[in-house]
């Protein structure tokens, strides 16, 4: 487990002497301090951390990262200029080491203790699923290895690097989402990280309005599979269906595993079929191995993420039995929720966050649903040049979906657009500015036989709409 003297060692370059305390937890949130936690003070759009310290150490934290002197109730050590300092005796506990950018300290130390500590990491990124492919994929693997993910979306500049710091020296299994935004971010990622596997899901439109352009997108991505070592240490899980994940095959020295639907990649699956809320059955083809299956996931799009968790799962050497247990574990579904309104309508609530192709595979599944279907759609940001044609795509689907079509923001007047212009019928159009808008006409107007599908980015509050209307007892 990461100790004092591991954080001095690492800022400083030597070790000293005492600093024996060990590290329990990482956090920027002095909220979450616990007994022997780190506390990184950072500066906020909101708030800054440094202003928090003192609250961190109340609730348990041992020390903290700082970037300027703060009055708090514990030991400072200034190590800015990397310099340990001399002392007779070792510092009284809480401690506030001074350092020249807390962040990047907090970066410095999770690369330190990531070569300290001898396990195998799977990296994950792409435009879509990454989330439910590391949690899914963090399942299989702990049928065999002792295995850690990020927590949450934990992965950023900040999130990986405290994810990091929470491993320890019995961990077999890294499994770590990494996000991004702009080119060189996920490369820096793996300097940190150190990936042995890296798993693409594919490349989409969100972030546009950051990164340019879809092929941008596509470069920065590629960033994780340049990072790996080469084969056999190195693997690259790539989707074959997606032809940008698929050409990133040139761009690394790993052993290339593509998945997919078709028969050219090394693992696919045929005869998908969606059974709505009960989940998805499909079959499984690895060399000369043919597998049935079905598993909790929602959606026939998840078929994707049960073809990368498998891929990880057999580039680990687990067993198909392992493998199956993993993908059938109670914790795949992790997204789409649904939930009864007091009326009886069951409402998908799938608000997590929204993009062309996210949005369309929700309608697939609203499809595969038996009742009046209602489609609640929220604006789809940070699509850039793409904003036009990912709403317009989503609205030209929903009018062969759903019944009828509820929007909220001033995007998502385009999916309304799109629906009127492929014939879906102007009185099944209900256009809203915000979601307490829409929960008033919802509330009034749903009925026991109506199913709901809610989405939207994060940034339109689509979740307040689930709350209002679901059941209370």
Not at 176 to 194: H, N, Q, S
Not at 372 to 378: E, N, Q, R, S
């Amino acid at each position: 487990m990461l100790t004092l003297a591991d954080i001095i060692e690492a800022i400083t370059n030597r070790r000293p002497k005492w600093g024996s305390e060990l590290i329990t937890d990482s956090i920027v949130d002095s909220r979450k301090a616990t007994q022997g936690a780190l506390f990184v003070a950072l500066p906020g759009e909101q708030v800054n951390g440094h202003d928090y310290v003192q609250d961190a150490f109340d609730r348990g934290a041992t020390v903290a990262l700082v970037d300027k002197k703060i009055d708090a109730n514990c030991t400072l050590l200034d190590l800015r200029g990397r310099i340990l300092p001399a002392l007779k005796t070792a510092p009284n506990i809480p401690v506030c080491l001074i350092v020249e950018d807390s962040l990047k300290a907090l970066q410095t130390i999770a690369y330190f203790w990531r070569r300290k500590l001898d396990l195998r990491v799977v990296g994950i990124t792409g435009s879509v699923g990454k989330t439910t492919t590391k949690e899914i994929v963090s399942s299989v693997l702990s049928q065999r290895y002792r295995t850690m993910k990020n927590p949450g979306n934990l992965n950023n500049e900040i999130g990986l690097p405290l994810t990091i710091l929470r491993l320890d020296e019995s961990t077999e299994m890294a499994v770590l989402e990494m996000g991004f935004y702009v080119p060189g971010e996920i490369a820096f990622l793996c300097d940190i990280a150190k990936p042995h596997i890296g798993v693409l899901t594919n490349i989409g439109t969100v972030h546009a309005e950051r990164a340019g352009s879809q092929d941008a997108i596509a470069r920065g991505k590629a960033e994780l599979v340049q990072a790996l070592p080469p084969a056999p240490e190195g693997v690259a899980i790539l989707n074959y269906d997606d032809p940008l994940v698929r050409e990133m095959a040139d761009k690394t020295d790993a052993f290339v595993f593509f998945y997919g639907l078709n028969p050219e990649a090394d693992l696919w699956a045929d005869q998908v079929e969606g059974l709505g809320l009960d989940g998805i059955r499909f079959r499984l083809h690895f060399k000369n191995e043919t597998i049935y299956l079905r598993v909790p996931m929602i959606g026939r799009h998840c078929v994707h993420t049960a073809l990368r968790a498998a891929a990880v799962g057999l580039a680990e050497g687990l067993t198909w039995q392992e493998i199956v247990n993993g993908l059938r574990s109670k914790h795949t579904q992790l997204r789409l929720v649904a939930v009864r309104t007091n009326s009886g309508a069951l409402i998908l609530d799938d608000t997590y966050n929204a993009s062309p192709q996210s949005m369309l595979a929700a309608l697939n599944l609203l499809n595969e649903i038996k009742g009046h279907k209602i489609a609640v759609l929220g604006d789809m940001l940070e699509l850039g040049q793409y904003e036009f044609s990912g709403h317009y795509k989503v609205g030209v689907r929903v009018a062969e979906v759903a019944d009828e079509l509820v929007t909220i923001g001033k995007l998502a007047k385009i999916i309304a657009k799109a629906a009127r212009e492929s014939g879906f019928p102007e009185i099944a159009i209900t256009e809203f500015e915000n979601a307490q808008e829409a929960i008033a006409f919802l509330q009034n107007n749903l009925h026991e036989d109506d199913v709901v599908l809610v989405k939207g980015s994060r940034g339109m509050q689509m979740e307040v709409i689930v709350t209002a209307l679901e059941e209370r007892s």
